[in-house]
């Protein structure tokens, strides 16, 4: 079912293209806005994302199937001693283990790129954290007796469509190493947040890759094949690749670059989303992660970069893969502003000022930007 | 803290504005839509919709408050004998009701109108339904007494912003007679879908007013205020009114408008969304709600408007504010096809054909279209 590509299909998918200097978000783009959703930013204060607040990227439609739990299954085979087919009570005899995560997007930033890959158009919101529970891949995998020659497993959801030209079930792989790797570890999850996985987070089953940009965390998952040699599925030679060019083939997606986020302080103006605030101290709190190392330090600017101002971070609380909280304190002066934060993780990676721009628009963590206004101090408003 | 205006802070607010007509969608209409979010169309299967696939709009921030249910007190003052302020047990020791009700957003279908009101930018599915538990608002506004010169109910929610230069906590009213009407009853709700209300649906206490559109259900509710002359607030006087010109008093938002929506069949292209089925019968499904009138008849057509057949309509159940079932059967035939679906209410209203255009996008039920591409009998993909 996977990569089927007849002449006919092909003509509903429009090539892969990057938009017009001039050209304001077109109705497809719009479309995918309105299924798909970010976490609004005030929901940085959780230290877990409330249902419905967690952003939410589904490539085709959530599966009619996600709410009949019952009958699901998973397979395990291809390169294994013994192939396994589990329904939900066998997942749930194994020990369960709970991880907390910070999952995000790998187009979060998408829509702020000039020029812009058209696609899902995300400005900086497509990021939650959330604790999943299940088991951990590694067992499974153990279970089943990993072949010596299998280089990666191959994880299918139940989603089932058509990207540019190609009919497909969602697909991705992992190489064998980080499949079984105690540390992230990746988990087949069956809760989150102490409850059923949403339909929309891939109920009954998804992959949990802790420290990786969201398409590797297969929803809906139903099969797992352990294979010889390297997959070449849409989403891993096709889609989710570092390109500069259309025939670039590029360097694979897969962690998580290192990004802060901050509560935008004051109140909005409803359509410009411009905040407002009184003169004097304001309180500036926010959340910073990387799937690459721990983060080491947030900054945070007040004058559109060109000064910084190293916030406080909280302690290391042993959840490793999900975001630390960061606080700071600006002193707020009549007039408008530009608040940013930029996190810096343990391996020297620190957010860029300048868009790291690529045709997919993966991984685009330049600095968020937020519009301040200040109002005078003598202002009439309450 | 109403209605406070300052020249300061009205520099902040753009004026409202109709798109040009080659204008794509603003960088703050998309601010919005990454924010806010409709229901994907699928979740049309699901009689109550699951949390996080209700539509969500939210004019300013969920209120940081929204967590602490311990302190939150609501309080009815104004024209009333005995003015209360009731914690959420006090509010509890009220013997509980519970509504199924379908609410829409008033601007859905906006970003379909030509030429284009700015603001969010919904197509069609800003939609949900749930049960609402919660105490009817006839039964506390009893106990308080409301004194014979009340006219209106003006309800205030936490969340605080600027619309247009106008500083505000969000604030409506309801007419008393419908603040105290049995049928549909109006809800201090505090529960959605058996649990408490998630932060983004107002937790710890909305309004609920079944039949009307979402900006009646005031969110994050903290007081009621019986008042002796019309409330004349930003959301009840400047917004949320039929106009056709911006100096036109309009006419205000009440009541929602038929709409059938189908659940589009087959799988979708990622990007454009268009729909894939293969030739033969397919199963059309979906719902249809008007707040103004039961719907008694649902129309699908599979060739643009052109003809049109009856669907059959699951029986009344009971839950007269909630959307009702329809179900249909199209025999596909290769090509290009666009399906719509057409509510008729007991009042006599359809929903029309052509737009319905005012300047704020109000209640724009044209009726849905889904492209849908039948592959031929003999093509090669599964």
């Known amino acids: 079912m996977d990569g089927r590509r007849s002449g006919d299909i092909a003509g509903i998918s429009a090539p892969g293209r990057i938009a017009g200097p001039a050209e304001g978000i077109s109705p497809e ?36 199937a996600a709410g009949d739990t019952g009958a699901w299954t998973l397979s395990v085979d291809g390169r294994v001693r013994t192939p396994l087919t589990l329904d939900l009570a066998a997942l749930r005899s194994f020990p369960a283990v709970t991880h907390r995560v910070t999952m995000e997007c790998a187009g979060n930033g998408r829509a702020r ?39 990666e497993a191959v994880f299918t959801g139940a989603d089932h469509g058509v990207e540019r030209g190609v ?11 980080d499949a079984t790797s105690g540390d992230p570890e990746v988990l087949v999850a069956y809760g989150m947040n102490g409850g059923p996985l949403p339909p929309q987070h891939g109920c009954p089953l998804r992959l949990v890759v802790p420290g990786w940009y969201g398409m590797a965390h297969v929803k809906w998952l139903r099969g797992i094949t352990l294979v010889d040699t390297p997959f070449e599925g849409f989403q891993q030679k096709v889609a989710y690749r570092y390109k500069q060019s259309a025939d670039d083939p590029g ?13 935008p302080p004051g109140f909005p103006d409803f359509m410009s989303r411009t905040r407002v605030v009184r003169p004097g101290p304001v309180h500036l709190e926010g ?3 990387s799937g690459r190392a721990p983060v080491t330090r947030v900054d945070v ?3 559109e970069g060109d000064s910084w101002h190293e916030a406080g971070l909280d302690p290391p609380d042993g959840h490793d893969w999900a975001w630390r909280r960061w606080r700071a304190t600006w002193t707020a002066e009549p007039g408008s502003h530009v608040l940013s934060a930029r996190a810096t993780d343990a391996s020297g990676d620190a957010q860029p000022v300048d868009q790291p721009w690529n045709r ?23």
Chains 1, 2 share one sequence.
């Open 29 to 64: 783009e719009l479309a995918l806005a309105a299924r798909n959703h970010g976490m609004p930013l005030e929901a940085l204060s959780y230290d877990l994302t409330p249902a419905g607040l967690h952003y939410v990227l589904v490539h085709y439609d959530i599966p009619a």
């Open 113 to 151: 790129l000039k020029p812009r890959p058209v696609s899902q158009p995300w400005l900086v919101e497509a990021v939650g954290t959330a604790e999943w529970t299940g088991v951990p891949l590694r067992i499974l995998l153990a279970e089943c007796g990993v072949q010596p020659d299998a280089v």
């Open 167 to 177: 009919e497909q079930d969602y697909q991705r792989s992992l190489p064998v190493a």
């Open 251 to 263: 360097v694979p997606v897969t962690r998580i670059a290192p990004r802060a986020l901050m509560i």
């Open 287 to 289: 959340r910073a992660w």
């Open 301 to 303: 600017s007040w004058d």
């Open 360 to 382: 997919g628009g993966f991984g685009n963590n330049l600095v968020q930007r937020v519009a301040v206004h200040c109002l005078p101090a003598d202002d009439a408003s309450v």
